[in-house]
């Protein structure tokens, strides 16, 4: 029982972190269309100069000032490259973001090289007993914090200009613009965002249990990836429960590897895709998707 409670709860801990990388995802889908394949290098940005500058701001100093710096490179992403493609060409953009990962995960893999950076979390490796359980003080942050950035996100989308404007864009862009909506100052918002919930997640990605951060660490985003394609690329609270599901089947896989072991050693690793294909097998819109009519 006890092992039962302490997976669930570190699944749900993941997933609450995955939860903040598939936002952003979403984010950027909503606002134009384009998956956003540089989330990784960008998580790995945040985490690599919340390492960095944390002996001389302090973790809360070099936290805020990771989160707004790579708030501003996704931002500059769109104003500098994306703009200059037409918005219509999705594919193009996305591509674009493809050589935008691998430059930023080239370089930024050259500074970490072999070593496993601390970002300096006031957690360390304190763990915590909640009956039966033993659950790092970590992973119970990482929930409640993710709960408050999320309920903090959602609440924009719901009673904030932009946030209505986002809406209003992901509905119908050309009716938007004609209504005076601001696209490409909605998409440049967006992208911000996008950035500085994945620099946020980097903090829980690199802190204990985990042993820190890595030039892997940004691979981890991808995992974000099925989670909001499970809940329908274009819906916020299908990204949540998508992440939570993906977040609380990985650990699952992981803590009782013994019994799948038929499966292979490394299914814990694959077993967000296997998911992500078994459920659009039965719902090719996702979780919460909803199919799209168009005349012809």
């Known amino acids: 029982m006890s092992t039962a409670l302490d997976t669930v709860l570190n699944g749900l801990a993941l997933g609450s972190v995955y939860a903040l990388v598939a936002l952003g995802f979403v984010i950027i889908f909503k606002a134009s269309a384009v998956m956003n394949f540089a ?3 960008l998580l790995l940005l945040g985490g690599y100069l919340t390492a960095v500058l944390h002996d001389r701001l302090g973790f809360a100093g070099a936290l805020a000032l990771a989160v707004l710096a790579t708030a501003a490179a996704a931002g500059l992403i769109d104003v500098l490259l994306l703009r200059r493609v037409d918005p219509a060409a999705a594919h193009v953009l996305t591509i674009v973001t493809i050589g935008v990962d691998i430059l930023l995960m080239t370089d930024l893999t ?3 090289g072999g070593d496993l950076l601390t970002l300096g979390d006031p957690w360390g490796a304190a763990v915590t007993r ?3 359980a033993t659950v790092a003080d970590s992973r119970i942050a990482s929930i409640l914090v993710s709960t408050v950035v999320i309920a903090a996100v959602f609440a924009v989308f719901r009673f904030t200009p932009w946030g209505l404007s986002l809406r209003a864009a992901a509905e119908d862009q ?3 613009a004609l209504m005076g909506i601001r696209l490409a100052r909605i998409r440049t918002l967006a992208w911000c965002l996008a950035g500085a919930l994945a620099a ?3 903090v829980f990605l690199a802190a204990f249990p985990a042993p820190g951060l890595e030039r892997t660490t940004g691979q981890i985003a991808l995992k974000a990836f099925p989670a909001a394609i499970l809940g329908g690329m274009a819906s916020p609270p299908g990204a949540l429960a998508g992440s939570l599901l993906i977040g609380v089947t990985e650990a699952l896989a992981a803590g009782y590897q013994s019994e799948l072991s038929a499966l ?3 299914f814990g690793d694959v077993v967000p ?4 294909v078994l459920v659009l097998l039965v719902r090719p819109a996702g979780l919460f998707g909803t199919k799209e009519a168009a005349r012809v």
């Open 130 to 132: 909640l009956g039966p």
């Open 110 to 112: 050259r500074r970490i």
């Open 273 to 276: 895709y296997a998911v992500m």
């Open 39 to 41: 989330h990784g290098s």
């Open 200 to 202: 946020l997640a980097a």
């Open 174 to 176: 050309e009716a938007a």
């Open 264 to 266: 292979g050693a490394g």
